[in-house]
């Protein structure tokens, strides 16, 4: 629609404008503008009921509908001959609903519509239909104003959608919130955001020549204007940087300390510079937990070798074993290859830490493959139904409020990554779950599927609300590791028995176990028992691999 946008339109465009003030009338207002512009429902002056024909020239552009504070002062003037002063007068009364000056101003508009020969009945009616609207009423040259700028940038997200919002996010990049809302709305438009990129990006959001938007290292949290300042003048002067230790090594570490260097780090913008990065976006996503793992275990050495050569240049004396001798192809990271990679949820938690989302997946991205085993469909998927359906997903929002009881409910907006549903937490389900109502927080919800009218989507009546690690423990079959005999070595199995002491709870644990000459499947006794939380299961993946540690479900 706002492609087919002409110039005609504006006048419709400043009157949307005021339709759309909050106001428990505008709903309706706007249903009636528009279903008279298309002729779905006849044009009246101002009402089907109580109509006077005098008032056209007033209401015509409006298809009849009262909406400026302008019309209310022109309609006591052409029906009740007010004086301009009158009328503003009538409207700031209308405006303030004071119930004694309304009566006063009642009497005078019938009067003198009865001066001019108007039936007091109808006079009344109109008065009545004139006061509701006044009070929601909106001055038009506001109107004016709101709607040539709603047109504008209409005109611009229709037809530079990738500059318009770049704009637009640079204009709210120190507002997290609103930066949030406004990446959701980049995906939804299919345009794609490029993380920060210390070779790339600027203080503000840009657009590079393949039409992508690059995040502004401005964004960043922890990351000012002078560490921008300072990346882009070196960037500039020298070229782009190889890697973090050359990074450090040419930017004033006055104006950069570790705190926003790490931010960096964390939220992709030093991505470029680690031994690790490839440019494919499928290759991009499965290296870049092990390489952001290798800069933040090379950022203690990198700034140390950097304040070393900042000293030696002082002191006007040249380091020989870092400066003369030095192998321009040396591997700066030899010292950390072997870093533990980061976990899924350590590399999202450090984008939203830095930059309030996560940019480069999801946290339910981690548990696709087991949550699909309890709850089958995705929220795309759901369709309305008696039936119980269980869907797992991110809670992004939550309100809370009271019944007429007084008791407690909740609304929690669920987002899996293939969509967003409202699910509805009545009293009883309420009390029983909020303790699991957090932002961010992975839940898993049973409830009943139904057609939200108000909406037009799908809503959910929960009935039951679990974390993961209540969900494994109902419906895992057991916490299942992979081991062989030479992983279990020295103080290996003290070490085992004491992590799953740490962690007793309701869910068994089997081991396959792999000896020299024999393998067995072992079943622990009712002792051993384990609540399988994730940092359980990251300390076993940590120790024996991500793929021999898993939760084997019926």
């Given at each position: 629609l706002i492609k087919k946008l002409k110039p005609d339109c504006l006048e419709d465009m400043i009157a949307l404008v005021a339709l759309f003030r909050p106001g428990p009338l505008q709903s309706g207002m706007v249903d009636d503008f528009i279903n008279r512009k298309h002729g779905r429902e006849p044009i009246s002056y101002p009402h089907p009921d109580y109509q006077y024909a005098g008032l056209e020239p007033v209401l015509k552009p409006t298809y009849g509908i009262i909406l400026y504070q302008e019309q209310v002062m022109q309609i006591a003037q052409v029906m009740a001959g007010y004086t301009l002063g009158g009328a503003?007068?009538?409207?700031?009364?209308?405006?303030k609903k004071k119930p004694e000056e309304m009566a006063k101003q009642r009497g005078g508009f019938i009067e003198g519509c009865a001066n001019n020969g108007i039936d007091g009945n109808l006079a009344g009616n109109i008065f009545d239909l004139v006061e509701k609207f006044a009070g929601y009423g909106f001055n038009k040259s506001h109107s004016a104003a709101?709607?040539?700028?709603?047109?504008?940038?209409?005109?611009?997200?229709?037809?530079?959608?990738?500059?318009?919002?770049?704009?637009?996010?640079?204009?709210?990049?120190?507002?997290?919130?609103?930066?949030?809302?406004?990446?959701?709305e980049c995906r939804s438009m299919k345009l794609r955001i490029d993380p920060p990129d210390v070779n790339v990006s600027e203080f503000k959001f840009t657009v590079n020549d393949d039409g992508r938007i690059v995040y502004g290292l401005g964004a960043i949290k922890g990351v000012g204007e002078a560490p921008v300042e300072a990346i882009v003048e070196c960037r500039e002067a020298g070229g782009a940087f190889k890697d973090l230790f050359d990074f450090c090594n040419r930017v004033d570490l006055k104006r950069i300390n570790k705190r926003t260097l790490e931010a960096l780090i964390r939220s992709g913008a030093l991505d470029?510079?680690?031994?690790?990065y490839q440019d494919e976006l499928k290759a991009y996503q499965a290296s870049v937990d092990l390489n952001r793992a290798v800069l933040l275990a090379s950022m203690e050495e990198a700034v140390q070798a950097a304040e070393q050569t900042a000293r030696s240049e002082e002191s006007g004396h040249m380091d020989l074993f870092g400066g003369l001798f030095a192998e321009p192809e040396a591997d700066v990271y030899i010292n950390h290859r072997k870093a533990r990679e980061l976990s899924l949820k350590e590399r999202l938690k450090g984008e939203k830490d830095t930059l309030g989302l996560y940019l480069t997946g999801h946290p339910?991205?981690?548990?696709?493959?087991?949550?699909?085993?309890?709850?089958?469909?995705?929220?795309?998927?759901?369709r309305p139904a008696r039936d119980t359906q269980t869907i797992a997903g991110l809670i992004v929002n939550l309100r809370v409020m009271k019944n007429k009881k007084g008791d407690k409910m909740g609304f929690i907006t669920l987002d899996d990554r293939s969509g967003r549903i409202e699910a509805s937490l009545f009293a009883d389900a309420f009390a029983s779950a909020q303790a699991l109502l957090q932002t961010d927080a992975l839940v898993v919800v049973e409830g009943e599927v139904s057609n939200d009218?108000?909406?037009?989507?799908?809503?959910?009546?929960?009935?039951?609300?679990?974390?993961?690690?209540?969900?494994?423990t109902g419906l895992a079959e057991s916490l299942r590791v992979?081991?062989?005999?030479?992983?279990?070595k020295g103080d290996r199995m003290r070490w085992l028995a004491d992590v799953f002491g740490r962690h007793r709870g309701a869910c068994p644990i089997t081991v396959e176990y792999t000896g020299s000459d024999a393998r067995a499947v072992l079943q622990f006794g009712e002792s051993w028992r384990i609540d399988p939380a994730d940092n359980l299961i990251q300390a076993l993946r940590d120790q024996f691999g991500r793929d021999n540690v898993f939760l084997q479900y019926r």
């Amino acid at each position: 629609l706002i492609k087919k946008l002409k110039p005609d339109c504006l006048e419709d465009m400043i009157a949307l404008v005021a339709l759309f003030r909050p106001g428990p009338l505008q709903s309706g207002m706007v249903d009636d503008f528009i279903n008279r512009k298309h002729g779905r429902e006849p044009i009246s002056y101002p009402h089907p009921d109580y109509q006077y024909a005098g008032l056209e020239p007033v209401l015509k552009p409006t298809y009849g509908i009262i909406l400026y504070q302008e019309q209310v002062m022109q309609i006591a003037q052409v029906m009740a001959g007010y004086t301009l002063g009158g009328a503003d007068m009538l409207r700031r009364a209308m405006g303030k609903k004071k119930p004694e000056e309304m009566a006063k101003q009642r009497g005078g508009f019938i009067e003198g519509c009865a001066n001019n020969g108007i039936d007091g009945n109808l006079a009344g009616n109109i008065f009545d239909l004139v006061e509701k609207f006044a009070g929601y009423g909106f001055n038009k040259s506001h109107s004016a104003a709101y709607g040539l700028v709603s047109y504008q940038t209409a005109w611009l997200k229709a037809h530079y959608p990738a500059p318009f919002m770049a704009a637009v996010l640079s204009a709210d990049m120190h507002n997290t919130d609103k930066v949030v809302i406004l990446v959701e709305e980049c995906r939804s438009m299919k345009l794609r955001i490029d993380p920060p990129d210390v070779n790339v990006s600027e203080f503000k959001f840009t657009v590079n020549d393949d039409g992508r938007i690059v995040y502004g290292l401005g964004a960043i949290k922890g990351v000012g204007e002078a560490p921008v300042e300072a990346i882009v003048e070196c960037r500039e002067a020298g070229g782009a940087f190889k890697d973090l230790f050359d990074f450090c090594n040419r930017v004033d570490l006055k104006r950069i300390n570790k705190r926003t260097l790490e931010a960096l780090i964390r939220s992709g913008a030093l991505d470029r510079l680690g031994p690790y990065y490839q440019d494919e976006l499928k290759a991009y996503q499965a290296s870049v937990d092990l390489n952001r793992a290798v800069l933040l275990a090379s950022m203690e050495e990198a700034v140390q070798a950097a304040e070393q050569t900042a000293r030696s240049e002082e002191s006007g004396h040249m380091d020989l074993f870092g400066g003369l001798f030095a192998e321009p192809e040396a591997d700066v990271y030899i010292n950390h290859r072997k870093a533990r990679e980061l976990s899924l949820k350590e590399r999202l938690k450090g984008e939203k830490d830095t930059l309030g989302l996560y940019l480069t997946g999801h946290p339910i991205d981690e548990y696709e493959g087991e949550v699909r085993r309890f709850a089958r469909q995705r929220i795309i998927d759901l369709r309305p139904a008696r039936d119980t359906q269980t869907i797992a997903g991110l809670i992004v929002n939550l309100r809370v409020m009271k019944n007429k009881k007084g008791d407690k409910m909740g609304f929690i907006t669920l987002d899996d990554r293939s969509g967003r549903i409202e699910a509805s937490l009545f009293a009883d389900a309420f009390a029983s779950a909020q303790a699991l109502l957090q932002t961010d927080a992975l839940v898993v919800v049973e409830g009943e599927v139904s057609n939200d009218d108000f909406s037009g989507g799908l809503r959910l009546r929960a009935k039951r609300v679990m974390s993961l690690e209540e969900a494994r423990t109902g419906l895992a079959e057991s916490l299942r590791v992979r081991v062989a005999a030479d992983a279990l070595k020295g103080d290996r199995m003290r070490w085992l028995a004491d992590v799953f002491g740490r962690h007793r709870g309701a869910c068994p644990i089997t081991v396959e176990y792999t000896g020299s000459d024999a393998r067995a499947v072992l079943q622990f006794g009712e002792s051993w028992r384990i609540d399988p939380a994730d940092n359980l299961i990251q300390a076993l993946r940590d120790q024996f691999g991500r793929d021999n540690v898993f939760l084997q479900y019926r």
